[in-house]
Protein backbone atom coordinates (compact mmCIF):
# COMPACT_ATOMS: atom_id res chain seq x y z
CA UNK A 1 0.00 0.00 0.00
CA UNK A 2 1.26 3.34 -1.19
CA UNK A 3 1.67 6.35 1.28
CA UNK A 4 -0.53 8.09 -0.53
CA UNK A 5 -3.90 5.90 -0.34
CA UNK A 6 -3.58 6.46 3.28
CA UNK A 7 -4.08 10.39 3.07
CA UNK A 8 -6.79 9.63 0.66
CA UNK A 9 -8.81 7.07 2.74
CA UNK A 10 -8.71 10.19 5.91
CA UNK A 11 -10.01 12.77 3.29
CA UNK A 12 -12.24 10.93 2.08
CA UNK A 13 -13.23 9.71 5.17
CA UNK A 14 -13.39 13.30 6.20
CA UNK A 15 -15.49 14.36 3.52
CA UNK A 16 -18.44 11.62 4.20
CA UNK A 17 -18.54 13.01 7.89
CA UNK A 18 -19.33 16.97 6.74
CA UNK A 19 -21.62 15.63 4.04
CA UNK A 20 -23.52 13.61 6.87
CA UNK A 21 -23.33 16.86 9.10
CA UNK A 22 -24.85 18.83 6.32
CA UNK A 23 -27.44 16.20 5.53
CA UNK A 24 -28.18 15.92 9.51
CA UNK A 25 -28.77 19.98 8.91
CA UNK A 26 -30.49 19.78 5.66
CA UNK A 27 -33.04 17.37 7.66
CA UNK A 28 -33.36 19.79 10.78
CA UNK A 29 -34.35 22.89 8.07
CA UNK A 30 -36.53 20.19 6.52
CA UNK A 31 -38.26 19.35 9.64
CA UNK A 32 -38.11 23.03 11.12
CA UNK A 33 -40.17 23.55 7.51
CA UNK A 34 -42.50 21.17 7.44
CA UNK A 35 -43.56 22.43 11.25
CA UNK A 36 -44.01 25.94 10.35
CA UNK A 37 -46.02 24.81 7.35
CA UNK A 38 -48.38 22.67 9.21
CA UNK A 39 -48.83 25.26 12.32
CA UNK A 40 -49.55 27.98 9.19
CA UNK A 41 -52.66 25.62 7.74
CA UNK A 42 -53.43 24.92 11.04
CA UNK A 43 -53.60 28.30 12.03
CA UNK A 44 -55.44 29.20 8.30
CA UNK A 45 -57.90 26.78 8.98
CA UNK A 46 -59.40 28.35 12.18
CA UNK A 47 -60.43 32.00 10.81
CA UNK A 48 -61.34 32.57 7.79
CA UNK A 49 -58.99 34.58 6.14
CA UNK A 50 -59.16 37.86 3.70
CA UNK A 51 -58.77 37.15 0.09
CA UNK A 52 -55.63 38.77 -0.12
CA UNK A 53 -54.03 37.14 2.86
CA UNK A 54 -55.18 33.95 1.50
CA UNK A 55 -53.27 34.76 -1.56
CA UNK A 56 -50.59 35.92 -0.04
CA UNK A 57 -50.52 33.09 2.14
CA UNK A 58 -50.45 30.25 -0.60
CA UNK A 59 -47.71 32.18 -2.43
CA UNK A 60 -45.78 31.85 1.02
CA UNK A 61 -47.05 28.16 0.88
CA UNK A 62 -45.94 27.50 -2.75
CA UNK A 63 -42.12 29.07 -1.90
CA UNK A 64 -42.27 26.82 0.79
CA UNK A 65 -43.62 23.84 -1.30
CA UNK A 66 -40.12 25.44 -3.58
CA UNK A 67 -37.56 25.36 -0.80
CA UNK A 68 -38.79 22.14 0.62
CA UNK A 69 -38.51 20.40 -2.84
CA UNK A 70 -35.12 22.23 -3.48
CA UNK A 71 -33.72 20.72 0.29
CA UNK A 72 -35.13 17.35 -0.59
CA UNK A 73 -32.92 17.59 -3.81
CA UNK A 74 -30.60 18.72 -1.93
CA UNK A 75 -31.08 15.67 0.64
CA UNK A 76 -30.87 12.75 -2.62
CA UNK A 77 -27.60 14.27 -4.00
CA UNK A 78 -26.00 14.31 -0.94
CA UNK A 79 -27.33 10.86 0.01
CA UNK A 80 -26.14 9.86 -3.53
CA UNK A 81 -22.68 10.79 -2.36
CA UNK A 82 -22.85 9.39 0.26
CA UNK A 83 -23.82 5.98 -1.02
CA UNK A 84 -20.99 6.48 -3.87
CA UNK A 85 -18.57 7.56 -0.67
CA UNK A 86 -19.35 4.92 0.62
CA UNK A 87 -18.57 2.23 -2.28
CA UNK A 88 -15.11 3.85 -2.74
CA UNK A 89 -13.88 3.89 1.18
CA UNK A 90 -15.04 -0.37 1.28
CA UNK A 91 -12.95 -1.03 -1.96
CA UNK A 92 -10.32 1.23 -0.96
CA UNK A 93 -10.27 -1.19 2.17
CA UNK A 94 -10.14 -3.96 0.40
CA UNK A 95 -7.73 -2.64 -1.53
CA UNK A 96 -5.72 -1.79 1.59
CA UNK A 97 -6.24 -5.28 2.96
CA UNK A 98 -4.77 -6.77 -0.02
CA UNK A 99 -1.93 -4.66 -0.28
CA UNK A 100 -1.20 -5.59 3.67
CA UNK A 101 -1.99 -9.16 2.96
CA UNK A 102 0.57 -9.14 -0.14
CA UNK A 103 3.18 -7.01 2.34
CA UNK A 104 2.89 -9.75 4.58
CA UNK A 105 3.80 -12.59 2.24
CA UNK A 106 6.77 -10.40 0.46
CA UNK A 107 7.64 -9.96 4.24
CA UNK A 108 7.97 -13.28 4.79
CA UNK A 109 9.34 -14.41 1.59
CA UNK A 110 12.49 -11.63 2.13
CA UNK A 111 12.78 -13.27 5.80
CA UNK A 112 13.10 -16.73 3.99
CA UNK A 113 15.51 -15.57 1.54
CA UNK A 114 18.84 -16.11 3.43
CA UNK A 115 17.85 -19.80 4.56
CA UNK A 116 16.79 -20.76 0.73
CA UNK A 117 20.26 -19.00 -0.34
CA UNK A 118 22.35 -21.07 1.89
CA UNK A 119 20.62 -24.11 1.37
CA UNK A 120 20.62 -23.71 -2.55
CA UNK A 121 24.44 -22.56 -2.31
CA UNK A 122 25.02 -25.50 0.06
CA UNK A 123 23.70 -28.11 -2.77
CA UNK A 124 25.78 -26.02 -5.07
CA UNK A 125 28.49 -26.72 -3.27
CA UNK A 126 28.36 -30.54 -2.05
CA UNK A 127 29.59 -31.70 -6.20
CA UNK A 128 32.23 -29.06 -6.10
CA UNK A 129 33.23 -30.48 -2.46
CA UNK A 130 33.65 -33.61 -3.62
CA UNK A 131 35.36 -32.78 -6.94
CA UNK A 132 37.86 -31.37 -4.81
CA UNK A 133 38.27 -34.16 -2.20
CA UNK A 134 38.81 -36.05 -5.51
CA UNK A 135 41.13 -33.85 -6.94
CA UNK A 136 43.20 -33.68 -3.86
CA UNK A 137 43.32 -37.92 -3.59
CA UNK A 138 44.56 -38.05 -7.25
CA UNK A 139 47.23 -34.73 -6.29
CA UNK A 140 48.48 -36.87 -3.30
CA UNK A 141 48.92 -39.95 -4.86
CA UNK A 142 50.60 -38.51 -8.07
CA UNK A 143 52.87 -36.29 -5.36
CA UNK A 144 53.76 -40.13 -3.98
CA UNK A 145 54.40 -41.33 -7.14
CA UNK A 146 56.45 -37.91 -8.27
CA UNK A 147 58.52 -38.93 -4.95
CA UNK A 148 59.15 -42.34 -5.92
CA UNK A 149 60.22 -41.58 -9.32
CA UNK A 150 62.38 -39.04 -7.87
CA UNK A 151 64.12 -41.08 -5.64
CA UNK A 152 64.52 -44.01 -7.99
CA UNK A 153 66.20 -41.52 -10.70
CA UNK A 154 68.46 -40.09 -8.02
CA UNK A 155 69.41 -43.93 -6.97
CA UNK A 156 70.10 -44.34 -10.46
CA UNK A 157 72.60 -41.03 -10.97
CA UNK A 158 73.71 -41.45 -7.89
CA UNK A 159 74.96 -45.13 -8.80
CA UNK A 160 76.25 -43.98 -12.39
CA UNK A 161 78.38 -41.02 -11.32
CA UNK A 162 80.33 -43.48 -8.86
CA UNK A 163 81.35 -45.61 -11.33
CA UNK A 164 82.53 -42.89 -13.67
CA UNK A 165 82.72 -43.47 -17.26
CA UNK A 166 82.03 -46.84 -18.65
CA UNK A 167 84.97 -48.07 -20.29
CA UNK A 168 85.75 -51.09 -21.66
CA UNK A 169 88.09 -53.39 -19.18
CA UNK A 170 91.39 -54.69 -20.51
CA UNK A 171 93.26 -57.72 -18.95
CA UNK A 172 96.11 -56.72 -17.41
CA UNK A 173 99.88 -57.67 -18.92
CA UNK A 174 101.84 -60.75 -16.62
CA UNK A 175 104.68 -59.88 -18.83
CA UNK A 176 105.63 -56.19 -19.84
CA UNK A 177 106.46 -56.56 -23.43
CA UNK A 178 105.17 -58.90 -24.84
CA UNK A 179 101.88 -57.40 -24.24
CA UNK A 180 102.46 -53.92 -25.48
CA UNK A 181 103.53 -56.05 -28.73
CA UNK A 182 100.18 -57.57 -28.55
CA UNK A 183 98.51 -54.07 -28.50
CA UNK A 184 100.38 -52.58 -30.91
CA UNK A 185 99.10 -55.58 -33.07
CA UNK A 186 95.54 -55.39 -32.32
Do not use: C, W
Request: glycine share 2%; proline share 4%; charged share 25%.
Amino acid sequence: MSQTDIPNIQALSQEVSQLRQELQLRDQLVQQLSQELFRLVKGNANFMPQRSESERDLSQLQALREQLQAVEQQVTFYQEQIATRDGEIYQLRQSVQELTDRSRMLEQVVQELPQIYRRKFEERMTPIREKVAILQRENRKLQAELQSVSYRLALKTRNSSHNGIDLPNFPRPTTGQGNVSAVQNA
